[in-house]
């Protein structure tokens, strides 16, 4: 499964690269959600891309952007001056004798004001970081599919509900962020041959045993863990990767873009690391073919899978 991915966050790169055009209504919907608390998880690398807006949308967008992240500084100042006076409430009762209720008081005021002090510095720094354009299930992502002959950049959420299943599926159903290659004319159906996407990654991540990692067995009452591997290609560039996508509606609920990343049997080295899933990154001469797919020709569209760029992933312990 791949749980996290490294993406190219900025639609303007999608538009000079591919020659796409940007849903830029999509995009203000989404962040009109935001703004409205739902839970959208939008990358901080996503919300820079209209840092500097050239339209009326845009420019919309922008200051949807400004106001959430005033909200957010607002709540986390007002958490801090909260958790500032649990630590001194704990500290003075320590001054005069130890308890166990006091020190763990101090304990968690200490964690929580670190952790609002450590997303503030985030929402105000400038300079991007490569965790910025990280996505996890349920986040969103820039995806390039064709509409009307032409290609188009929409956000998406990385977790699939396709259309006409119930809100409850991805709860039944926790690993729709990936559509495993063996159940394409199975479990996804509904959308293999009808709805192509491609999204732009660099890095993916996968949750490993830390035995398989290191090609061993564990001793005799050893408890295994799990670690957390980085993958990138040899090559350095980006991927190309097949993706599947949805668009969900539903009387008196806002419309649902999401989409799922197509996942593979492992190539040797990220099998050999201990991972048994790999995505799909097709070639750039294919993204045409794959994004307008023909459902009564399902064998070209697996060939594209198979022609997949194959570059060598290196891998090393996700910092």
Known sequence: MCYSAQIEA????????????????????????RSQKKKVKIPKAVDAAFADPNNEIEREIKALIDEF?????????????KQRARLADAERILQSKTTKAATESRRIATDKIDAARRRLDDIRRVELKDRDSRIFPGGYAPVMVIED????????????????K??????????????RRDNLEGFWKQLFGYSHGVMIVSTFYENVSRAKMEGRELEEGEQDESVVLEFRPNTGGQMLVACLWSHWKAPGEPDLLS???????????????????????IKPENIDAWLSP?????????????DRYRPYYEHRLAA
């Open 166 to 179: 119930p809100p409850f599926y991805v709860t039944k159903y926790p690993g729709t962020y990936n559509a």
């Open 10 to 33: 900025d639609y303007r790169n999608y538009v000079k690269e591919f020659g796409a055009d940007i849903g830029l209504r999509e995009f203000a919907q989404l962040y009109f959600e």
């Open 69 to 81: 992240n005033l909200e957010q500084t607002a709540a986390l100042e007002q958490e801090m001056f």
């Open 149 to 164: 002959g032409h290609r188009v950049i929409k956000p998406m959420r990385y977790q699939c509900r396709p259309a006409g």
């Open 259 to 281: 989409f799922a990343a197509i996942t593979d049997e492992p190539p040797p080295e990220v099998a050999a690391a201990g991972h048994d899933r790999c995505i799909v990154p």
């Open 294 to 306: 023909d459902p009564a020709n399902l064998a070209a569209l697996h060939a594209i899978l198979d």
